[in-house]
């Protein structure tokens, strides 16, 4: 039986990353053939195919430059774990899948958390896996560039914004750098992934990192809404820590697959409307959604 509450949503494919998926699949095929000793061999290969992409969002300094560049807010309230053998690990991994000619989105995997620093964050909406085709994915979660095919799940989004404060949501901007500017922060769980291969940077150390992200956010005192859509969203309530004073909002993941379905059908949830009545009622400023 499916988890109603399943983070299975998923970009809408283009060529490049159904050509990305299909060739590598054909790579483990021919490693097997030509004898590789086990699965992991034949994995690793096809893992390593990584296609010709021209696109503009591709990871392209290592990841520990990417840190240096995190704001000193971030840098200090991380610093137990941005020092832990298992980020070292996953920097490891990351620079090494990158130099091996592996193409990585995004190209700054830390970009909600230079908009949304932690003084600043009023409201937290947990994603999963960058989106993994060329352009994509720009370190927010559910956010695409403007002029990209909208995604499944931000349509779903929209719709309950508009729903919730009007207007046409054919016409809302894809990019949601407006949401993260105003103190969102649009985290993913996982914040690097390879070219037509979802989940490809999954259990690398990621999960380790951004647990941290939501619990020392969580620890701060200003009060903040977490909206945990899905079963992997809401498995981080877990981090939140009791009698602190923030709100969390759970429905399903707005995927097609689940958004209005029982048990908690997320079209109808009214979580924006929720979450700015919250805020305006402990004195912080609403969050304009459209």
């Known amino acids: 039986m499916r988890d109603l509450f399943s983070d299975l949503d998923a970009p809408d494919d283009d060529g490049a990353a159904k050509d990305a998926r299909v060739a590598g699949r054909v790579t483990a095929k021919a490693a097997q053939r030509a004898g590789s000793p086990d699965a992991n061999t034949a994995a690793t290969a096809a893992s390593a195919f ?27 309230l991380l610093s137990d774990v941005l020092t832990s053998s298992t980020f070292d690990a996953l920097a490891h991994f990351v620079d090494a899948r990158r130099e091996a000619g592996a193409v990585i989105y995004p190209t700054r995997p830390f970009r909600a958390l230079d908009l949304a620093t932690p003084a600043n964050t009023r409201v937290v909406i947990l994603g999963q896996d960058p989106y993994h085709g060329p352009g994509q994915a720009q370190g ?7 002029g990209f095919k909208r995604p499944p799940s931000l349509r779903n989004i929209f719709k309950e914004v508009a729903a919730d404060f009007g207007g046409n949501p054919v016409a809302f901007n894809n990019d949601l750098t407006r949401w993260a500017e105003q103190g969102v922060l649009l985290l993913n769980t996982v914040l690097t992934v390879e070219d037509g291969l979802p989940a490809s940077h999954a259990k690398r150390g990621w999960e380790a990192f951004t647990d941290e992200v939501i619990a020392q956010i969580a620890r701060e005192p200003a009060p903040k809404v977490f909206m945990l859509w899905g079963s992997h969203a809401q498995a981080k309530q877990a981090l939140l820590p009791a009698n602190t004073g923030h709100l969390a909002l759970m429905s399903n993941h707005p995927s097609p697959l689940s958004a209005s379905r029982p048990p908690v059908p997320f079209l109808g949830c009214g979580h924006f409307a929720t979450a700015n009545a919250w805020l305006k009622e402990r004195g912080l400023a609403p969050i304009d959604w459209r």
């Open 140 to 146: 927010l979660s559910f956010s695409v560039p403007m």
């Open 50 to 76: 990584t296609p010709p992409v021209t696109a503009g969002n591709v990871l392209d300094t290592s990841l520990r430059d990417q840190v240096a560049a995190l704001p000193p807010s971030w840098r200090s």
